[in-house]
């Protein structure tokens, strides 16, 4: 999960998910907070996540993808909606990622 990033380290899942297997992760951590990965399409490759923890959710799903911009830059971005919700006031935050752009990758 890229710029909300869960780290791979913690998770352990070295291979991908495949959905027409119904495969899914599912972990509880030290501290408590649960986490629920699913491969819910496989072209294009989307991810559904819900972490749960003491007092917030933060869910939703995502695609990764990336293109050629122009002839010297690559670009990359996340599609899908993100949302943190807390269980004391019942507050959401939508979470839009940005596109990432990199230049000068051939000739400076």
């Known amino acids: 999960m890229t710029s909300h990033f869960i780290n791979p380290t913690l998770v352990q899942?070295?291979?991908?998910?495949?959905p027409i297997l119904g495969e899914t992760y599912q972990l509880e951590m030290a501290t408590g907070e649960k986490l629920y990965i699913e491969q819910i399409c496989h072209h294009p490759s989307i991810t559904a996540f819900l972490l749960e923890g003491d007092g917030f959710t933060y869910s939703g799903s995502y695609q990764i993808n990336a293109a050629l911009n122009g002839p010297n830059s690559v670009k990359g971005w996340k599609e899908g909606k993100q949302t943190i919700k807390f269980a004391n006031d019942g507050a959401k935050i939508s979470i839009v990622d940005p596109m990432l752009i990199v230049s000068g990758l051939l000739a400076g």
């Open 13 to 18: 899942c070295r291979i991908p998910l495949v």
